[in-house]
């Protein structure tokens, strides 16, 4: 029940922000936590199953040219990244292809690329480098999630 509420929230926000372009879930991966702040050098190195098993990333068009991907954090709470202090900006695109790059300036940089691959599967790819003084832990990872729908022509 739970589930089904975060994700009609989800849904309630894009709409109001504006045309949903991507919806995309459970992303897993891999990520490297920096012997940095509070992690100790027996706590860093590689994490090889990094997921967010319930996560949930939407990508919306909000105006020409602009855009905000919404995802659940891991509080289970819905995040806009532009409200969130983020500059999303499309970098780069073509057909079946779009990737985007969020900058919270002085803490992080995200880059996420949506895909319909070859075999006709969509797909999202999202690589996070956190690493700042302002972030108690600081990491890069890249992790991979399928999408139930991405609308290029949207963009």
Known sequence: MRFIIYVFMLSYSSISFGVDIASCSSPQGK???YEYGLVSKKDSG???DEKISSGITKLTKTGENTYDILFVDTRNQIISSTEDGGKVLMVSGGKN???FIIIYPGATTEIYTFL???SG???YIHITSR???AMLINKASLMR???D???FDKL
Request: contains cysteine; charged residues 20%; negative net charge.
């Open 131 to 133: 690493g700042s003084d």
């Open 116 to 118: 319909k691959n070859n």
């Open 31 to 33: 990520a490297y936590y």
């Open 121 to 123: 599967v969509n797909e």
């Open 97 to 99: 292809i779009a990737s």
């Open 46 to 48: 590689w994490v090889d």
């Open 149 to 151: 729908y991405i609308n």
């Open 145 to 147: 999630g399928e999408c």
